[in-house]
Antibody, heavy 117, light 112 residues
Framework: EEQILQSGGGLEQPGGSLRLSCAAS????????MSWVRQAPGKGLEWVSH????????FYVDSVKGRFSISRDSSKNTLYLQMNSLRAEDTATYYC??????????WGQGTLVTVSS | DIVMTQTPLSSPVTLGQPASISCRSS???????????LSWLQQRPGQPPRLLIY???NRFSGVPDRFSASGAGTDFTLKISRVEAEDVGVYYC?????????FGQGTKLEIK
């Protein structure tokens, strides 16, 4: 069974850092691009970042460029999102998502990030 | 960035009756590879989103055939032929033809 298990997140002060992880199982991780999507409390979905299956290319929404960094370790079947210089507006549930050529086909359970002093 | 606009934002429906959601993009979603990366996602209360429809009209694995979708270019539609109680939630259209991927605002489907 295909699964994505997320970890990390929690409460952090403005300006702080957090790292999110998600471990993939049940599918060949290195065959798939991966994305992070977030959802602020009571709001809609916002795509945050994408990494190609080879990790050769990465993409970010403008609001996180220069602050967030996506990476992957295919030896561990794990995706990461390093979040630096956190702001209150980064408060959201973050979802790790498996892609099938642009289709967000498998979503993790989500992890809540709260940025507050 | 491509703006995705959904209508309606709220849709009260009687059980067993049809429902329809529209999604319009601010520019064509036809990718240079010829595909149109328009998908529909469902988010039930308290759950992560799940993929319903990909590439305009293809039902994802396990999605009931009461869900159908169509469209082309900039105008797309999701239809539910007969709404069931488990269909309650928020529905999003999403484009992945161009980075950044963008979502519609979401349409809340509720039972009358």
């Amino acid at each position: 069974e295909e699964q994505i298990l997320q970890s990390g997140g929690g409460l952090e002060q403005p300006g702080g850092s957090l790292r999110l992880s998600c471990a993939a199982s049940g599918f060949t991780f290195s065959d798939h691009g991966m994305s992070w999507v977030r959802q602020a409390p009571g709001k809609g979905l916002e795509w945050v970042s994408h990494i190609t299956r080879s990790a050769r290319s990465v993409f970010y929404v403008d609001s996180v460029k220069g602050r967030f960094s996506i990476s992957r370790d295919s030896s561990k079947n794990t995706l990461y999102l390093q979040m630096n210089s956190l702001r209150a507006e980064d408060t959201a549930t973050y979802y790790c998502v498996k892609e099938d050529l642009g289709d967000l086909s498998l979503w993790g359970q989500g992890t809540l990030v709260t940025v507050s002093s | 960035d491509i703006v995705m606009t959904q209508t309606p934002l709220s849709s009260p429906v009687t059980l067993g009756q049809p429902a329809s959601i529209s999604c319009r993009s601010s520019q064509s979603l036809v990718h240079s590879d010829g595909n149109t990366y328009l998908s529909w996602l469902q988010q039930r209360p308290g759950q992560p989103p799940r993929l319903l429809i990909y590439k305009i009209s293809n039902r994802f694995s396990g999605v009931p055939d009461r869900f159908s979708a169509s469209g082309a270019g900039t105008d797309f539609t999701l239809k539910i032929s007969r709404v069931e109680a488990e269909d309650v939630g928020v529905y999003y259209c999403m484009q992945a033809s161009q980075v950044p991927y963008t979502f519609g605002q979401g349409t809340k489907l509720e039972i009358k």
